[in-house]
């Protein structure tokens, strides 16, 4: 089961398109897989014959375990045979690798599966394992995502229990991990947006192509992030790591969650290659279609929810992004220019960053940035 992302723990097989015994070429497409982000096809590492599935469709597995063997023609593979529907098998994976997810030898009475971090979660809220349904991971057992965030369901407590996406329950993982451990400073700046309307305007007609303000957004974030690296960075490991590529990724609400599809080498495309790249991504985004590489290798996150009438909010971090852009509605407000009472469209930014890896002064002169290429974007090539 391959990683397709950093804090990715399983995987979920939708459906095999081999069937054990095809033979598949390096590259053809072997299997759907779901994560908390997408369903992507993923495809064959090297060709051969599709050997001993070890995963059957509708199986979570365990990132690094084996989910089937590609043999060479005439190698003999000792196999498990076919799974049961719905249940995986056992992976022969190396004990380095092997999955969190460990069933324990009885003794008077048998130990319910569950991962330590399952484990560890249930103790902190109080939750009695036995007492939950078969858990999302292998076998049934229960992982992280499975464990309520107290012993009182809604259900209990005479309310009714809302049934959560996949996706929804992950999303809702990650934000209080990273709302918990990332210690969380936020930066807001009210920007005068008089110029937007105009540029979106010029470059529509220009370009020959709608054009959005978060086209506008991420092409100025984009450029201000180039000249601001410890903002384009991301906390990993104990240490801050700046990454090489400047990639802004554009939070989308769908139905069930949030996705962040990511618009790739930001500040090198132009907004022409940026506008194409947005309406793409965010299009197939709603479709659920989006692929493996649409949400890789982001480096900075922008939400924008202005278009809900919002007019300032501060957003959770990304993690490991080290900041993320919150964007409330462009609206008309009274303020001073020249001495003078006078009436101007505003938009709030509000920054939030990651003490580990930016310090105030820092984010500070990145908006300051941001700001200054917003209300004149002149600075700007396109």
């Known amino acids: 089961m391959p990683a397709l992302g950093m804090a990715q723990e399983t995987g979920k097989v939708l459906r095999w398109l081999k069937a054990e015994g095809d033979e598949v070429s390096k590259g053809e497409p072997l299997m759907e897989v779901e994560t908390d982000k997408v369903t992507v096809e993923i495809e064959a590492p090297a060709g051969g014959v599709l050997a001993s599935l070890r995963a059957s469709e509708g199986a979570e597995v365990p990132v690094g375990e084996t989910v089937a063997v590609i043999a060479a023609p005439g190698e003999d593979v000792p196999t498990n045979g076919s799974p049961a529907a719905g249940a995986p098998v056992e992976a022969e994976v190396p004990p380095a690798a092997a999955p969190a997810v460990v069933q324990e030898a009885p003794a008077a009475a048998r130990r319910r599966l569950a991962s330590p971090k399952a484990r ?3 103790a902190e809220r109080g939750v009695d394992l036995d007492t939950l349904a078969d858990g999302s991971g292998p076998h049934g057992a229960l992982v ?5 965030h107290d012993a ?7 309310g009714a229990e809302l049934s959560l996406s996949r996706v929804w329950s992950i999303m809702a993982e990650r934000t209080a991990e990273s709302w918990t451990s990332a210690p969380h400073f936020y930066l807001l700046r009210e920007v005068d947006a008089g110029r937007l309307g105009g540029w979106r ?11 959005s303000v978060t086209d506008l957004l991420v092409r100025a974030t984009a450029a ?3 000249d601001h690296p410890r903002l384009n960075a991301a906390w990993a490991d104990g ?12 939070a989308v609400a769908i139905e069930d969650g949030l996705v962040v599809p990511v618009v790739h080498g930001a500040d090198r495309i132009g907004l022409e290659g940026i506008a194409a790249r947005r309406e793409d991504v965010v299009s197939r985004a709603r479709e659920g279609s989006l692929r493996r590489e649409d949400v890789e290798r982001g480096t900075f996150t922008i939400s924008n929810l202005g278009m809900f009438g919002v007019d300032a909010f501060n957003a959770v971090l990304n993690a490991p992004q080290a900041a993320i852009l919150a964007v409330g509605r462009i609206v008309d407000r009274v303020v001073a220019v020249d001495g003078s009472a006078a009436v101007r469209p505003t938009m709030a930014l509000t920054l939030s960053c990651d003490h580990r890896v930016v310090d105030g002064a820092r984010a500070a002169a990145f908006l300051d940035e941001l700001a200054a290429l917003i209300e004149e974007p002149a600075g700007l090539a396109d």
């Open 120 to 122: 560890r979660l249930a």
């Open 144 to 148: 992280a995502a499975d464990i309520p």
């Open 152 to 158: 009182l369901t809604p259900a209990a407590a005479g």
């Open 201 to 211: 305007d010029v470059a529509a007609k220009r370009l020959g192509r709608g054009v």
């Open 224 to 226: 201000a992030l180039r």
């Open 239 to 250: 240490s801050v790591l700046l990454n090489d590529e400047v990639n802004v990724g554009i």
